[in-house]
């Protein structure tokens, strides 16, 4: 429709120039229409005019009646073929249901003549395929205006052939890139490829992902499963890989509100291995249980407590007490304070605790292993049955 508008207009213009020059001089003309009762007195513009808008109205209910009789037999046509499919409908079914490989001959076929896109949408379907050198191959021939597209599509081969340096490079390089100004129609969904991309680096690479220029590209369930991958490959760390952590930690330390509950506590287990930030670890696990008590953040700061060289057991009953008094009836922090007692000396408070929560298992621990006194042997077996239930502490008290 779109199209037959502007060629309507372009007729009008050239139509209208020619009578401008065939009437300088000797005016608008004049036109006399009589036909049974109707007389119509009028001149060659008017006349002009009508034709064309006559015209156009005519053309347009044609391509309209055309298009929604067409829809219509759509609806009810019953398709055998795959290529009985309009060339949109293919490229949405292959869409749909990520059909790339299947049918890698037409999607060739319809891009062929794109200068725009050909380039890139090899690159796709190579890498679908698993040809990543190919792949690459395709992108070094794609146009220049689809240089984000084709980055994009070059950072997916890299991530997929394990190339983390090359991969953020390209990743740093498009995050301060200005964006094209063809795409400023689908920058939402560029951004959102764009993080997508900075969440499966990170996750692949969580080590390498802390030395980005800046951070924030990461939603929170992309940051959530960073942290989890730092933790599970702790022991593969270097020297620059924690100087690079406990520098990012720090750039972030004063922004705790900002982030989720669940983020600070995967935080605090990263803190937790690093006992140069003993300080930070202290002061954000007090934050989370001034949030809300969470016994997994207790035990941790617990633990960094008694682990120090001279533990301040003053201290820790302090703390205790102020959360006894904030979050009251949890049997978890008699628990604890149990074995602050003990370590004291303070042994007949730390007896009259036992009497407290007579079926909580933590508390019956404690009046067995009590019980049992300086009998090693069976202690130890003790804390091999607690050990294994679920309700297990686990700290070295």
Do not use: C
């Not at 890139?120 to 240089?147: K, R």
């Not at 696990?285 to 001279?310: H, I, M, P, R, S």
Request: hydrophobic share 45%.
């Amino acid at each position: 429709m779109k199209t037959v508008i502007l060629a309507y207009t372009l007729i009008i213009l050239i139509f209208a120039s020619i009578l401008s020059v065939l009437s300088y001089g000797y005016g608008a003309g004049y036109v006399y229409i009589y036909w049974r009762d109707l007389q119509i007195q009028t001149n060659i513009w008017v006349v002009f005019f009508l034709t064309i808008l006559t015209s156009l109205a005519i053309q347009l209910i044609w391509v309209l009646s055309k298009r929604y009789f067409t829809r219509e037999q759509r609806k009810s046509e019953v398709i055998f073929n795959f290529k009985n499919l309009h060339p949109y409908e293919q490229l949405a079914v292959i869409s749909l249901l990520d059909a790339e490989i299947d049918q890698k001959d037409f999607i060739q076929n319809v891009f062929s003549n794109s200068g725009l896109l050909q380039g890139v949408i090899e690159s796709q379907l190579d890498y679908v395929q698993g040809n990543f050198s190919q792949a690459l191959m395709s992108l070094d021939q794609a146009n220049a205006m689809a240089f984000e597209l084709a980055e994009i599509q070059r950072i997916r081969v890299y991530l997929a052939q394990n190339e983390a340096e090359k991969a953020l490079t390209h990743l740093e390089f498009l995050n301060q890139h200005e964006l094209s100004p063809w795409l400023n129609d689908v920058k939402n969904s560029y951004e959102r490829t764009l993080q997508d991309l900075w969440g499966a680096f990170a996750i692949a690479f969580p080590w390498d992902y802390l030395r980005a220029t800046k951070y924030g590209h990461l939603n929170i369930d992309k940051k959530i499963e960073w942290l989890k991958q730092l933790l599970k490959q702790f022991d593969q760390a270097n020297a620059d890989n924690l100087q690079d952590l406990q520098q990012r930690y720090l750039a972030l330390a004063d922004q705790l509100e900002d982030k989720t509950y669940d983020v600070n506590v995967l935080w605090l287990k990263v803190l937790s291995h690093l006992p140069e930030l003993s300080e930070q670890h202290e002061a954000l696990a007090e934050y989370l249980l001034g949030t809300q008590f969470d016994q997994e953040v207790f035990y941790l700061w617990f633990q960094q407590q008694v682990l120090k060289q001279n533990p301040d057991y003053s201290n820790i009953e302090q703390k205790i007490e102020y959360w006894e008094a904030k979050y009251p009836a949890l049997p978890i922090l008699s628990f604890v304070k149990w074995h602050v007692f003990q370590e004291q000396g303070r042994f007949v408070e730390a007896e009259q605790l036992l009497e407290l929560y007579p079926d909580h298992i933590l508390m019956n621990y404690l009046r067995i292993k009590s019980t049992l006194k300086d009998k090693d042997h069976l202690i130890h077996q003790l804390n091999l049955i607690f050990e294994n239930n679920a309700n297990h502490v686990a700290i070295k008290i």
